[in-house]
């Protein structure tokens, strides 16, 4: 049986991959942690810290984790049940336990529950697929939200994302990440799955 597709470490970096802030007017002074040059005001966000600080992050993280590991489990076990059934199956058919009739229904049951889990599985992979892009439209929309009221003040032209070496090389002093990560952790209000799921790391992590 393919095993059920379980969320990757860094799932939701590909949704932050281009962020750009609407063009605003020029802030009376420079942002303390941006550089300039002439008129063209240019910062970036490391992705990898906005992910590991960003509380909003770390809470969904830790959510579509668990339901992997509960859609695993289930799996598993269910798993194991059909396995043992077919055992019990082919033992009791060679001791002759079954009319043929018998052992044609119980055949049948087999093949049907075999297909169910196979439906199961492929219908958990779907909702953890979809629970997973709802979560990245959920960070895009948050980020760009944000970036765009940050931005009123700023005055930046564009706000770039870092994310591994996808920038070859960029002035620290243009690094607006822990600005932005304090902001965004400033107005994050969660919902209450996801207050629970921190909860409950929390709760983990003792």
């Known amino acids: 049986m393919k095993n059920l597709k379980l969320v990757r470490t860094g799932l939701m970096a590909a949704s932050a991959a281009m962020l750009m802030a609407c063009n605003g007017q020029k802030a009376e002074t420079a942002a303390p942690a941006a550089a300039a040059s002439g008129d063209l005001k240019i910062a970036y966000v490391e992705i990898d ?10 809470d969904y993280t830790l959510l579509l984790t668990r339901k992997g590991e509960n859609a695993r489990a289930t799996l598993n076990q269910k798993a194991k049940n059909l396995e043992a059934d077919a055992q019990d199956f082919q033992r009791k058919l060679q001791n002759n336990a079954y009319t043929q009739e018998r052992a044609q229904q119980e055949n049948n049951r087999l093949v049907k529950a075999q297909q169910d889990l196979q439906e199961l599985q492929e219908r958990l992979a779907m909702e953890l697929d979809q629970e997973t892009a709802s979560y990245n439209n959920a960070l895009r929309d948050s980020l760009q939200s944000f970036l765009k009221a940050f931005n009123k003040d700023k005055g930046f032209k564009m706000i770039l994302s870092k994310a591994g070496d996808n920038m070859l090389l960029a002035d620290p002093a243009m690094d607006i990440t822990k600005e932005v990560v304090e902001g965004l952790n400033k107005a994050y209000k969660p919902s209450k799955e996801l207050e629970n799921a921190g909860s409950a790391g929390t709760e983990e992590a003792k």
Do not use: G
């Open 49 to 58: 810290s906005l992910m590991s600080q960003y509380q909003f992050c770390k």
